[in-house]
């Protein structure tokens, strides 16, 4: 009972807090798309779908989709969702979907994976955040949507991301995606392996634990858990369970836990017990199965030495020498290739930018795909061929500028197979020559098809392919030499991957047992055989053709390893397709929906489907779109939140952003008014923004007394900037010059006296960034490797008010520090402020002063810091739903600075410790940083404490 008080307070206390917070946090941009692409627009009943002309033939379809959608998707959450446009980002090898509300959009990456279930990637996109769109739309209602009035589109989105828990966002998207098809990811083991594996071997974690996360322990993300409590939730206590729970989130966010309220009122049960209750259920079902019984062939698994924290080893190749190569992932590790051998595994590169499941070996040399970003356009990138000997550990690029999707290097080594996915939203197979990059053969698949994953026969006469089609998946040979194309198996709507040729037989990787398995079809008389019986799942499967032998990646509670198994006839057993296990709760979700969107498209099959009435976009005319407004404004970095009035306007393609209102600045108890507007869609960024209001100030006058002062000062300041990012290997790097310029006009406003501040200045800004980071991992106490250097010049070359002009220098060296994730900073600044003719305006300081020192103005200035930074804990204790504690850690710093001026100088020390902790209050989602610095000053002999705290909202971003 007493954490239920505690709670009540607590939240009523905070709301407040969060809520601004979570309303900045729906402005984001996903990016840019290159200046040169073509636009065009056509319109759906779910609103305009805005893509580039390049993808035309794939719209049809996708218009087909969001009809049925805007019609049938929203039969078990009733809302009435308006029309949204579609953005689709057709230069992107990223496979992915987002779905936001302020501004309202769904944006859509085209680029087919290679590992998704059997159905088209834009229909699963559509379909996916789709529900996204109807989730929000269900806000739309009671108080919330009298809060629409107030902050405009922003509403809705901030009560659902700050009461709805995103297990449920999530879980609910995967069980309408599994209900409305044939597939979908309630229907994959290999997706309900990760919770199974956590339930029937480590038990169920608590509800903060499970929902929030934890650093030292492995936790199933939102999708995993979700989808069960989601779908379990709707068989247990029917359709109506989540529709009257939202509605409840929605007409009484006030009420502080709507959504554990609404769950208690349909179910009887607290939210804790429900999860808890649901889990239990499922546990007991698992381990009820007979999925691993009865049968088990001999393996042999590939010990690894044993790690602190979860760990996957996946896509082994068996190499010349006798060791596995292979990827290894998990808490605390950047992506890298390892050698396997005598129970160790010897680290071969780091591979951070590689795109996962890509690796390839032919037994002396190795290939993979990495994804190479823009410098500017973030939405165009490619996935590029790197190749490397491990004995000489020299990678080359094979490729530049390619969308490639999955590559198979040929046994002899000459020859790569290459599945490209074009722009035009179709797919290519290509045979390349691995010591050119160049092509030497392209086989396009049919319409409305796309080669997923491929393998080289023996004596690489022929290639295996695995193909998805409308029908679902099917495996087919190609033989290069003519041209051929044979059927091997399928199609089929259950998940099959990963084909291989062995003499007489196909084998591949299917679900039809539940659980992810190999099977092996004989090619001659058709007979059916399971070769594996994983107790969770397997993938990856490789030959060892020295031994006979087969390698793969077979699933436990601590992660992916690596298991050999013999191939012999006797090591198998006869499989018939009437002995195929469906999928539960999938089969009752897909009847409370009573809707099969894969189905009703399959009709458009059979007759031409002709390109809808589309038009070109013109940008110009849809350079500005308010979406939100209310009485507060966020300044543009999201960092500061002040009493006002605020307007914004983002346009659909992200590339013009603006915001306008009214601030009041507390700290000097006037306002301003101001506008402020970025356009990203050149390559140079181009920003302004204007503002007016009454400024106060003061100066000492000759007698040492204060003089106070107001004026009205307008100002209009332009800068024009290139943002240029580069990835490499495991680093991220960039660079970024600036110009600005900014012109003030100050007015008097009170009686006049001498030195009184009246006229024009006009500044200019120059600024130069160049930065190179190594990738952090989750573990890690901050940046242990790079380095990064900024030099800022401002001045006043023009007009009769001179401001002076300042010069600083600044540079951040990041290492390692003693163990293990602990870090190093160490900074060092220099700065020459040489002053102006006007003592009423001044520039202020690049650099800061030392910890409990407030700063002082010297004409030169050094500046240099150490920091020692260290993660001492991790100890996922809660406090009932009060406080979930995830993280602890420590800064030990040392700070300093020297200034001097006309003969005079001085010199600031201090050091001290930061101690801070990452926590969650009551089970909101946003984590809160809170901790105690602590600074002593030798020269004073004093101490100086002050609190830290920060919300960190990128979760949302």
Request: some cysteine; proline content about 5%; charged content about 20%.
């Amino acid at each position: 009972m007493i954490f239920r008080w505690l709670s009540r307070k607590v939240k009523g206390s905070i709301l407040l807090l969060l809520l601004p917070g979570m309303a900045s946090a729906q402005f984001f941009l996903t990016g840019q798309d290159p200046a040169i692409i073509h636009w065009r627009e056509v319109k759906t009943d779910a609103g305009p779908i805005i893509y580039p002309e390049s993808l035309g033939a794939a719209i049809p379809r996708l218009g087909q989709t969001l009809d049925i959608l805007s019609a049938y998707g929203n039969i078990s959450l009733k809302a009435t969702v308006p029309k949204l446009p579609v953005i689709i980002h057709g230069n992107s090898s990223v496979s992915n979907g987002v779905t936001t509300w302020a501004p309202r959009r769904i944006e859509m990456y085209p680029f087919t994976g290679q590992h998704i279930y059997p159905q088209d990637w834009l229909e699963q996109l559509a379909i996916h955040e789709y529900r996204h769109a109807v989730q929000t739309a269900k806000m739309n209602q009671g108080f919330t949507r009298v809060l629409g009035y107030i902050f405009g589109e922003q509403a809705p989105g901030a009560i659902l991301g700050t009461f709805v828990p995103a297990w449920f966002l999530e879980g609910d998207a995967i069980a309408t995606e599994t209900a409305l098809g044939n597939a979908g990811r309630g229907r994959q083991p290999s997706f309900e392996m990760i919770l199974r594996a956590q339930l029937t071997e480590k038990g169920i974690y608590s509800y903060e634990k499970a929902t929030l996360g934890s650093y030292r322990t492995f936790i199933p993300d939102a999708y995993h858990l979700g989808y069960y409590l989601v779908a379990m939730g709707r068989t247990t206590y029917g359709l109506a369970l989540w529709d009257h729970t939202l509605d409840r989130v929605a007409r009484y966010p006030f009420t502080i836990t709507p959504f554990a309220h609404g769950i208690k009122q349909e179910t009887g049960r607290s939210k804790v017990d429900f999860y808890r209750s649901t889990l239990d259920t499922l546990r007991k079902n698992w381990r009820s199965k007979s999925y691993h019984q009865g049968w088990n062939p001999e393996k042999t698994e590939i010990e690894a030495a044993p790690g602190k924290y979860y760990a996957n080893y996946s896509r082994p190749h068996m190499m010349n020498d006798g060791l596995i190569l292979a990827e290894k992932t998990g808490i605390g590790l950047l992506p890298q290739l390892v050698i396997l051998d005598n129970r160790k595994d010897r680290k071969c590169c780091h591979i951070a930018n590689m795109i996962r499941g890509t690796l390839t070996s032919n037994g002396t040399r190795i290939a993979w795909l990495e994804r190479a970003t823009d410098p500017r356009w973030q939405h165009r990138n490619y996935a590029v061929i790197k190749t490397m000997y491990p004995s000489s550990g020299t990678i080359r690029s094979l490729s530049r500028k390619t969308r490639f999707a999955s590559i198979a290097l040929s046994h002899s080594g000459d020859r790569i197979a290459a599945t490209e996915n074009t722009e035009g939203y179709t797919s290519v197979l290509h045979i390349l020559s691995s010591s050119t990059g160049g092509t030497l053969q392209s086989f396009h698949a049919p319409e409305g098809s796309f080669f997923l994953t491929s393998s080289w026969m023996a004596e690489d006469t022929a290639l295996v392919c695995l193909m998805l089609t409308g029908e679902g998946k099917q495996i087919i040979s190609i033989t290069p030499q003519s041209g051929e194309i044979r059927h091997l198996f399928g199609p089929t709507f259950r998940d099959i991957s990963d084909p291989l040729i062995h003499g007489r037989y196909l084998l591949f990787i299917a679900d039809f047992t539940g659980v992810d398995n190999l099977f092996a079809t004989d090619l001659y008389n058709q007979d059916q055989w399971q070769i594996t019986n994983e107790k969770y799942g397997m993938k990856d499967p490789c030959f060892d053709r020295q031994h006979q032998e087969m390698i793969y990646s077979t699933y436990t509670a601590d992660g992916f390893r690596i298991c050999k198994l013999p191939l012999d006839s006797s090591r198998r057993r006869s499989f018939h397709p009437s002995h195929m296990v469906d999928f539960e709760p999938a089969e009752m979700l897909a009847s409370q929906e009573n809707v099969n969107i894969q189905d009703t498209l399959r009709l458009f099959d059979t007759r031409v489907v002709t390109d809808p009435a589309s038009r070109k976009y013109r940008r110009g005319l849809h350079l500005f779109r308010v979406h939100s407004w209310g009485p507060l404004v966020v300044n543009s970095a999201g960092e500061t939140i002040r009493p006002g009035f605020s307007v914004n306007t983002q346009n659909h393609l992200g590339t013009a952003v603006g915001t306008a209102g009214y601030e009041y600045l507390p700290n000097q108890h006037t306002g301003r008014f101001f506008g402020e507007f970025s356009y990203l869609g050149w390559y140079p960024v181009i920003s302004a923004r204007a503002e007016a209001g009454i400024v106060k100030g003061s100066f000492l006058n000759v007698n040492g007394n204060r003089i106070k002062y107001r004026w009205q000062e307008k100002e209009l300041r332009i800068r024009i900037s290139l943002p240029l990012s580069f990835t490499y290997q495991s680093f991220r790097a960039g660079v970024q010059p600036s110009i600005a310029t900014g012109l003030v006009n100050a007015t008097r406003v009170e009686p006049d006296h001498a030195g009184k501040p009246e006229g024009n200045y006009h500044s200019m800004d120059y600024c130069f960034l160049i930065y190179n980071y190594r990738r952090s991992t989750s573990l890690d106490a901050g940046i242990r490797w790079g380095q990064s250097m900024e030099l800022n010049f401002r001045n006043t070359p023009f007009g009769r008010n001179n401001m002076g002009e300042i010069l600083a220098a600044e540079a951040n060296l990041f290492f390692p520090g003693i163990l293990k994730y602990h870090a190093i900073r160490v900074y060092g600044g220099y700065q020459e402020h040489l002053p102006g003719s006007n003592v009423f305006y001044r520039f202020g300081d690049f650099l800061n002063f030392p910890g409990g020192y407030e700063n002082d103005s010297w004409q030169y200035l050094f500046s240099a810091s150490f920091n020692y930074t260290m993660n001492v804990a991790y100890p996922d204790l809660r406090l009932g739903s009060i406080l979930y504690m995830k993280k602890i850690t420590m800064n030990l710093f040392l700070d300093y600075a020297h200034g001097r001026q006309a003969g005079l100088s001085a010199s600031y020390r201090s050091l001290g410790l930061e101690a801070t902790t990452e926590i969650h209050l009551l089970r909101f989602p946003v984590p809160l940083m809170i901790g105690v610095r602590t600074a002593y000053k030798p020269a004073s002999d004093s101490f100086v404490a002050e609190f830290l705290w920060n919300l960190n909202f990128d979760l949302f971003r």
